[in-house]
Nanobody
Framework: QVQLVQSGGGSVQPGASLRLSCVASGGTSSIKGMGWFRQAPGKEREFVVGIFWSGGSKYYGDSVKGYFTPSKDDSTNTVYLQMNNLRPEDTAVYYC?????????????????WGQGTQVTVSS
């Protein structure tokens, strides 16, 4: 099993930056990719970005390419989501998730373990 514990988030004004963290523990050697998803009220969960556990290649959802960036610290098994130039439409609960199989996907159903979620609110 893999445990994912998230931190970060909060309320910011438009144009601000935030960084979310997700620490993986347990069976981390089984992880193939780590994804970030978000879910706004009344909307379906949406893929944001992802990063391969080995090698660190990144993959992006269409809605955030260019201003959200994933990264990974191998020494602490932590993945990050750097969010720049935040907009009100980025308001959502953000989740990290672990995909234990190839090919690494961008659908919620591709992922096996989930973090607890963290709220990001962008408002003036």
């Amino acid at each position: 099993q893999v445990q994912l514990v998230q931190s970060g988030g909060g309320s910011v004004q438009p144009g601000a930056s935030l960084r979310l963290s997700c620490v993986a523990s347990g069976g981390t050697s089984s992880i193939k990719g780590m994804g970030w998803f978000r879910q706004a009220p009344g909307k379906e969960r949406e893929f944001v970005v992802g990063i391969f556990w080995s090698g660190g290649s990144k993959y992006y959802g269409d809605s955030v390419k260019g201003y959200f960036t994933p990264s990974k610290d191998d020494s602490t098994n932590t993945v990050y989501l750097q969010m720049n130039n935040l907009r009100p439409e980025d308001t959502a609960v953000y989740y990290c998730a672990a995909d234990l199989s190839f090919p690494v996907g961008s659908q919620s159903s591709d992922y096996d373990y989930w973090g607890q979620g963290t709220q990001v609110t962008v408002s003036s």
